[in-house]
Structures are given as structure tokens and as C-alpha cells.
């Protein structure tokens, strides 16, 4: 059965970092498009990185330089590293596959299997 479920989330002061943790089963991660997005109180939901099956990695503006996305085929395991967090970067943070396609659709919409989310919260 297709499972993604997150994990590393917490509270932060500015400044500080955090790993989030995705771990997949019923499908392997080496082979798919996998992403993490996130979701701020209010807002709408926002793409952060993706990394493809080549290891393309993709990342927003706004964490572009902070934050980094990598695999770990072993463990089916997708990480999000996240240095220099800022209050703005508060949110539930999502991760989620797009089974199928070699390289990652930069459209949410492709994105067809999603964990339940774990919440970062960063304090000023």
C-alpha cells in the first residue's frame, strides 16, 4: 500500500535548522519525482523543492541557498534540510510523489500521492 509519512518537524528560533524526513512505502522513491511543499495558516499551499530520479533538484525563490532536498534509495527516504529558517517559513510542510515521470512536472496538480504534513514553526 502507497504510504508517505513525514517527520522531523518542530519549533525553532530564527536562524536554526531542522531535517524533515519522508519515508515512503509501496514505491521507490529513486524512480519518481518526489517533492516537498508547505503550507502557511491562510495561505495556499506552495511548492518548496523537488528532486527527480536523476537527482535534478528544484527549489523555490524563497529557500533557494537555506534549504536542501536529497534521497536515500536504501531507506526510501526523502530529506528537506533546512538551514537559516525564518518566521516565514512556518508552516505544515508536505511531502509528496508524482509516480511515473522520470522528471518532475513543476505543477502541483502532478503530484498524486501526499503524506499527511508535519508542522515547523519558527520563532522570531
Known amino acids: 500500500q502507497l504510504q508517505l509519512v513525514e517527520s522531523g518537524g518542530g519549533s525553532v528560533q530564527a536562524g536554526g535548522s531542522l531535517r524533515l524526513s519522508c519515508a515512503a512505502s509501496?514505491?521507490?522513491?529513486?524512480?519518481?519525482?518526489m517533492g516537498w511543499f508547505r503550507q502557511a495558516p491562510g495561505k495556499e499551499r506552495e511548492g518548496v523543492a523537488n528532486?527527480?530520479?536523476?537527482?535534478?533538484?528544484t527549489y523555490a525563490d524563497s529557500v533557494k541557498g537555506r534549504f536542501t532536498i536529497s534521497r536515500d534509495d536504501a531507506k526510501n527516504t526523502v530529506y528537506l534540510q533546512m538551514n537559516g529558517l525564518q518566521p516565514e517559513d512556518t508552516g505544515m510542510y508536505f511531502c509528496?510523489?508524482?509516480?511515473?515521470?522520470?522528471?518532475?512536472?513543476?505543477?502541483?496538480?502532478?503530484?498524486?500521492?501526499w503524506g499527511r504534513g508535519t508542522q515547523v514553526t519558527v520563532a522570531s
Open positions: 509528496a510523489a508524482q509516480r511515473g515521470w522520470e522528471r518532475c512536472v513543476q505543477d502541483m496538480s502532478w503530484f498524486d500521492s
Open positions: 509501496g514505491f521507490q522513491v529513486s524512480s519518481n519525482c
Open positions: 528532486i527527480d530520479s536523476r537527482d535534478r533538484e
